[in-house]
């Protein structure tokens, strides 16, 4: 067991149920994938599920080429897994002093703070809030009523202020009250949006001076629906700062998810968490493996 206080098997148990409504969406797209193999069929089912097409043909081109002459769905499978493997550890870390410092960013409607409180939810430690962003009042509202509801303290500032003054204040209550986390909830921000952008690059630089190291894992939550467009907003965000880690929310509902895949390949960011439904319940540590079968699909 990790950080999470619930059973690892009941958290797989929650992410395969919400990766089967991921692989029954490939069945519709190419149904009998597996009976009827083709490089074609198989190249638009990928598509089709939001992973992009640099991935597609780098998974593909063996098997047109020639050079894999073994069974495509175990070449598949043993590629993807090895994209996730090599982007690093999916595990949460955990700074060697306390408190451990996680960023949570993200665009707008990602579900960036119900995901913040579910991580809270699962975690048995002291935690403490910062409602750093400032942007709007019901959004620092909204953090408050997730602290009263997971009896967590919330650092927070006027609606307007600095959001880097409230990390501060935030970072110093946390080392006082001796917390084991400090979660830092930011401003829902368009990755288009520059002066948004260098605020959040602020906080940042704050946090490293004041607590004399890094953030241990900045989180950014991706909505599962986005599709390719996520993948430039994941590049955007992590050139401001350095993103440890992927939350992949929402893929109880339509979602593709092909995207985090891409993610993944392209910019080496590892999927740590995926938000498998509604309550605070749901969300589950990543799985490579678990996420490779729901893609391809049991029969393949």
């Given at each position: 067991m990790g950080l999470f206080g619930k059973s690892e098997n009941k958290q797989a148990e929650k992410l395969k149920f919400a990766l089967g409504k991921f692989r029954q969406g490939i069945k519709n797209i190419?149904?009998?994938?597996?009976?009827?193999?083709?490089?074609e069929r198989l190249e638009a089912a990928l598509l089709s599920s939001d992973v992009g097409l640099e991935t597609v043909e780098k998974l593909i081109q063996p098997l047109e080429s020639g050079q894999d002459k073994g069974d495509p769905g175990e070449h598949l499978r043993k590629q993807i897994i090895e994209i996730f493997h090599r982007a690093g550890p999916v595990t949460l870390q955990i700074s060697d002093s306390s408190p451990t410092v996680y960023f949570f960013v993200g665009v707008n409607g990602s579900g960036k703070t119900t995901s913040m409180a579910k991580l809270a939810h699962n975690f048995d430690k002291q935690i403490i809030f910062a409602a750093a962003d400032t942007f709007r009042a019901a959004a620092i509202e909204q953090l408050k009523k997730w602290g009263e509801r997971l009896d967590l303290p919330v650092i927070s500032h006027q609606k307007g202020g600095d959001p880097t003054a409230v990390v501060y204040d935030a970072l110093e209550a946390a080392v006082h009250r001796q917390a084991d986390f400090l979660f830092v909830d930011t401003a829902g921000r368009l990755h288009t949006r520059r002066d948004l952008m260098e605020q959040l690059e602020k906080m940042y630089r704050v946090t490293v001076g004041q607590k004399s190291n890094e953030p241990t894992e900045s989180l950014l939550v991706l909505d599962a629906s986005t599709g390719q467009n996520g993948l430039q907003q994941v590049r955007t965000f992590a050139e401001k700062l350095p993103v440890t880690g992927i939350i992949l929310s929402k893929l109880d509902s339509t979602a593709r998810g092909g995207v985090a895949l891409s993610?993944?390949?392209?910019?080496?960011?590892?999927?740590?968490?995926?938000g498998t439904?509604?309550?605070?319940?749901?969300?589950?540590?990543?799985?490579?493996?678990?996420?490779c079968d729901a893609l391809l699909g049991e029969e393949f």
């Open positions: 190419v149904p009998g994938l597996g009976g009827d193999f083709s490089i993610v993944v390949d392209e910019l080496g960011i590892p999927v740590k968490l995926v439904g509604e309550t605070l319940d749901d969300l589950a540590p990543f799985s490579p493996e678990i996420y």
